[in-house]
Structure formats: C-alpha cells, structure tokens
C-alpha cells in the first residue's frame, strides 16, 4: 500500500515537473536536493559526527576541510560567474555582427534590383539608338548600292564598279542582320504577366529559326499569377542568357524548358528548369560574367539558383522564385 502511495505521488510529481520550462524545472530540482540533503544531514547528525571523527587527526587540520571546500565552493561560483558573462558578452557581440550582416546583405539585394534597372534601361537606349541611327543609314546604303547595281546593269559600265556596288550591298545587308538581332537581344524585357508569355514564345521562336539543327521543346504553364516587372524581366533574361550560352558553348542537339507554378510548405513559387544534352562542364563551379548575372538576378528576389553538370551529360539550369518577394 505505502509503495503505491510512493509511486502515485513520484507520478504527480513528474506531471508537475513536465508543466514547468527547463528553468524552473532546474530550479525546483535543485530546491529539493538541498531540502533532502538537509534532512539527511540532520538525521545524520552530520556536524558532530564530522567533529568526532577529525578530532583524531587533529594534527593534520581535518577539521579545517569543511571551510576549504567551502572556499573553493565559492571560487567556483565567481568563476562560472565570470564565464557565463563572457559568454553573454560574445552572443551580444555575435548578433550585432549577425545584424549588420543582413543589413549588408538588404543592402546588397538592393544596389542588385537597381543595377539590374539600369541595365534594362541602358538595353533599351541602346536599342532605340540602333534602330533610329544605325538602322537608318544602313537602309540608306542598302539603297543605294541597290540603285547603283540596277543603274550598272542597264548601262554597261566597268565589271570593277559592278563588283564593288555588289560587295556594298551585300556588307550593308550583313551588318543590317547583325544589327537586328542585337536589337532583339536588347529588346527590352516584358512587363507583365501576359507579355512575359508572349516574349518567351517569341523569343524561342526566334532561336530556334537561328539554330533549326537543335530540337528545342517547352512546357510553358499560362499561370494566372501577376508578375512584378522584375520577375517578368528575371524569367526572361534567364531564359533568354541560358539558350545563348547553349548556342555558343553546349553543342547540344536537344534543349528542354520548363516554366511552371509550384507549391512548398504552403509556399508558391516559380520553377523554371532549362536543360541541353550538350558536352557539358567537369565540374559544377561555372563562374562565368553570365552565371554571375543570373545568380545575382535570382537572389535578389529571393530565389534559389542552381546548376548542374556532368561532362558528356548536359547541363541542367533550375531557378526558384517565390512569389512573396513581389
């Protein structure tokens, strides 16, 4: 019957132990070690058993071991005191630098936002400026040679002026090319939602016409979700830098995109995946100007960037961008 008593009350002691946090929990377990420790002494008749027993040796100062050890009771007392305030000390110090470290990194993703503004601008002049000057004076010299060739071809005139009005034209008509597609690639990027779905159609459309040997498919979600210009820009130029890094460097024959909206612990974010079965890297840390641009696109909204390859395999380009940081 007692061991049950025992037992029932054990029990409810436990439970009353669980309610309290681990430091009022210490602090109650403490509390009664020492009143158990004292009724112990006390049944003990500690002191006075101590006294009888050291008093044999009184000549080597047993008796004197109870003050010493309660000396170095309170030397170790001051010191953990000593150490605990160090330790707090170095956590106050710990966090002021964790602090400052996300203001540099807020501070960092901002000068990236602007940057990143000021090169879509800087595209944009530069592409209006190729269109309203260069654009203009090459049409001009396409016309005239063109004039030129037809005025030499009904009057017979010197086979050199018809060879060089020919090489006029043709160098026109080559520079005039070239001058298209770098106006569609500092096109400025898409806005919204509905031009960004536009522009990419275009914008693999077109790099398909220019390289028609690799098989390019693509499986573009129309999401309902409205982009921020930023993120319509980021999307775009990500895909926009991966398929001209596949064109110059990958030597690949098949290139598969991937532009859907997903959901992660009640979290919704972009995903976006381009891979190629080009030749591929030997090692993953790529660090070229592109990939820098790319990372930094895709953390400065918060993202996650990432890129695999495996030599002979291809390379595989993933971006997630939650749509919180709209």
Avoid at 160 to 168: E, F, K, P, Q, W
């Amino acid at each position: 019957m007692q061991y049950l008593l025992l037992q029932d009350a054990a029990m409810k002691l436990i439970d009353l132990f669980g309610r309290f946090s681990a430091v009022k929990r210490d602090a109650l377990l403490l509390t009664l070690i020492i009143f158990v420790s004292y009724l112990f002494i006390m049944w003990i008749d500690l002191a006075e058993t101590l006294t009888r027993e050291f008093a044999k040796y009184e000549r080597i100062q047993l008796d004197e071991v109870p003050f010493l050890l309660l000396l170095m009771a309170i030397g170790l007392a001051w010191f953990t005191y000593r150490r605990v305030r160090e330790r707090d000390r170095e956590i106050a110090l710990r966090m002021q630098a964790e602090n400052k470290i996300m203001c540099l990194l807020t501070e960092n993703k901002a000068l990236t936002q602007h940057l990143i503004k000021v090169q879509e601008a800087e595209r944009q002049q530069l592409a209006i400026d190729l269109h309203d000057d260069i654009g203009q004076y090459l049409l001009a010299i396409r016309l005239d040679a063109s004039a030129l060739n037809l005025s030499i071809n009904a009057e017979p005139k010197s086979t050199v002026v018809n060879l060089h009005a020919r090489r006029i034209l043709s160098n026109a008509q080559h520079i005039q090319e070239m001058t298209r597609t770098l106006m569609r690639r500092l096109r400025p990027a898409p806005t919204d939602t509905k031009g960004l779905f536009d522009s990419i159609q275009q914008l693999t459309q077109e790099w398909h016409q220019q390289h028609p040997h690799i098989i390019l498919e693509s499986s573009i979600d129309q999401l309902s979700v409205v982009f921020s210009q930023q993120m319509s820009i980021t999307i775009y130029r990500l895909i926009q830098e991966t398929l001209t890094n596949i064109s110059k460097y990958a030597n690949a024959t098949s290139v598969w995109i991937s532009l859907s909206l997903q959901r992660s612990e009640a979290k919704r974010y972009i995903y976006l995946e381009i891979k190629d079965n080009g030749q591929g890297y030997a090692s993953d840390n790529v660090q070229g100007m592109g990939m820098i641009g790319m990372r930094e696109r895709v953390t400065s909204l918060m993202g996650e960037f990432s890129m695999t390859s495996h030599l002979n395999q291809g390379v595989t380009m993933v971006a997630k961008i939650p749509l919180m940081s709209l």
